[in-house]
T-cell receptor
Framework: GQQLNQSPQSMFIQEGEDVSMNCTSSSIFNTWLWYKQDPGEGPVLLIALYKAGELTSNGRLTAQFGITRKDSFLNISASIPSDVGIYFCAGQEWGAGNKLVFGAGTILRVKS | GAVVSQHPSWVICKSGTSVKIECRSLDFQATTMFWYRQFPKQSLMLMATSNEGSKATYEQGVEKDKFLINHASLTLSTLTVTSAHPEDSSFYIC???????????FGPGTRLLVL
């Protein structure tokens, strides 16, 4: 079945530093999504990518849909304490009924 | 826009009882809703996909008689955990999509503890 490899598994960074995380898949996706989940909450959509090569920003967040359609990255610039949480990538493939395949998540901790 | 609510946010029940969790799309019509289960420090695991007015499609290994799903309207889906046991304790999260946009918007989750 579909697998998404998300890395790194966790990061502990200094406030103000930039952060980068990525996901790769064994097959092609038509949509890549990045979510953030706080403890005890549901995931919140950060960025949605629909087109290969697409680069999209949302404030300090930037994400790209890889040209091969098998990967995506998320960058966070100038991290702040409220960036703490778990970040998940998720992919959708054509004809899969909108089902999402999730990465294992990246735990982000920020030291102020 | 694209707000999804869940009720209750947490529930504690005795073993053997049934628990119903509601998922509502508040400001859009959701042709498709999804139910996930999440264990501590793990990713989301899709349990089933539900389309309004039709039977849910369950993922492999998920017991449909154990986890009853009803999607009676374009804004409401329910998940009933029947005869709950301690191993059913988990964080249950729903999501909804309009179909045309395909992006899934998640509810805040329901934490279930079965004693």
């Amino acid at each position: 079945g579909q697998q998404l490899n998300q890395s790194p598994q966790s990061m502990f960074i200094q406030e103000g530093e930039d952060v980068s995380m990525n996901c790769t898949s064994s097959s092609i996706f038509n949509t890549w999504l990045w979510y953030k989940q706080d403890p005890g909450e549901g995931p919140v959509l950060l960025i949605a990518l629909y087109k290969a090569g697409e680069l999209t920003s949302n404030g300090r967040l930037t994400a790209q849909f890889g040209i091969t359609r098998k990967d995506s990255f998320l960058n966070i610039s100038a991290s702040i304490p409220s960036d703490v949480g778990i970040y998940f990538c998720a992919g959708q493939e054509w004809g899969a009924g909108n089902k999402l395949v999730f990465g294992a998540g990246t735990i982000l901790r920020v030291k102020s | 826009g694209a707000v999804v609510s869940q009720h209750p946010s947490w529930v504690i029940c005795k073993s053997g009882t049934s628990v119903k969790i509601e998922c509502r799309s508040l400001d859009f019509q959701a042709t498709t809703m999804f139910w996930y289960r999440q264990f501590p420090k793990q990713s989301l695991m899709l349990m089933a996909t539900s389309n309004e007015g039709s039977k849910a499609t369950y993922e492999q290994g998920v017991e449909k008689d154990k986890f009853l799903i009803n999607h009676a309207s374009l804004t409401l889906s329910t998940l009933t955990v029947t005869s709950a046991h301690p191993e059913d304790s988990s964080f249950y999260i729903c999501s909804a999509s309009t179909g045309t946009e395909e992006t899934q918007y998640f509810g805040p989750g329901t934490r279930l503890l079965v004693l």
